[in-house]
């Protein structure tokens, strides 16, 4: 598992002729999280004392079933995005990476806090995605490591831990825009499905910030002469 302690490890910073971030703001993305992160937990926590009996949602709940398996989805964003930062010199991906890596972490201690809070178990018997309405995983098949939709496989992983350079750029991007469409398809299922306001609102947040990479991840394939798979 990564280790998240090196999150707040500082990156280089790329000098005023060769920083070419794809757009103004990019980068304060992040700290934006981290800020609306700790609204919704103080929220939901407010929510909940105030009426614990009826807000509390069930350990087969969409609400449980999506912070439980959201948390492992965003795990491996994370670890893929620390590979690629050791990988690649190129300022524009190493920026990119962190950025991923510091949100989702931020992000999934958020949705493991919620466990918490609600005294449910991270982890369930009816395995991922049960609590997604007309069949969780929508054709996805379960193997080598790719529990969920999106998900790399084992030997993709292992790919991009050998790749460097363009090559790792290249295959991480692809590999992340996957990634990323999967999550979002999960996050639009809470949206519709969950009941706790303040998880609903996260995963809307989660499906417009990951739509908005997925577009500026198209466009750095694009420039590395390359597209999604």
Known sequence: ????????????????????????????????????????????????????????????????????????????????????????????????????????????????????????????????????KGGGHHGHQMKDGSLMPGMATNAELDQLRKASGKQAEILYLQLMTDHHMGGASMARGCAQQCDVPQERDLAQGMVDAQQSEMNLMTDMLKERGSAPR
Do not use: C
């Open 1 to 132: 598992m990564t280790d998240t302690s090196t999150l707040e490890a500082p990156l280089p910073t790329a000098s005023a002729s060769h920083d070419r971030r794809p757009a103004p703001g990019r980068w304060a993305l992040g700290a934006a999280a981290v800020v609306a992160a700790i609204g919704l937990v103080l929220g939901a926590v407010v929510a909940l004392d105030g009426d614990r009996t009826t807000a509390t949602p069930a350990a087969d709940s969409a609400d449980a079933g999506f912070a439980r398996d959201m948390a492992v989805h965003h795990q491996q964003a994370v670890e893929m995005s620390f590979i690629v930062r050791d990988r690649t010199t190129d300022e524009n991906v190493r920026r990119l990476a962190y950025d991923i890596a510091q949100t989702q972490a931020n992000q999934r201690g958020m949705l493991l806090g919620w466990l918490d809070l609600w005294n449910l178990p991270k982890t369930s018997t009816d395995g991922y995605m049960s609590w997604m």
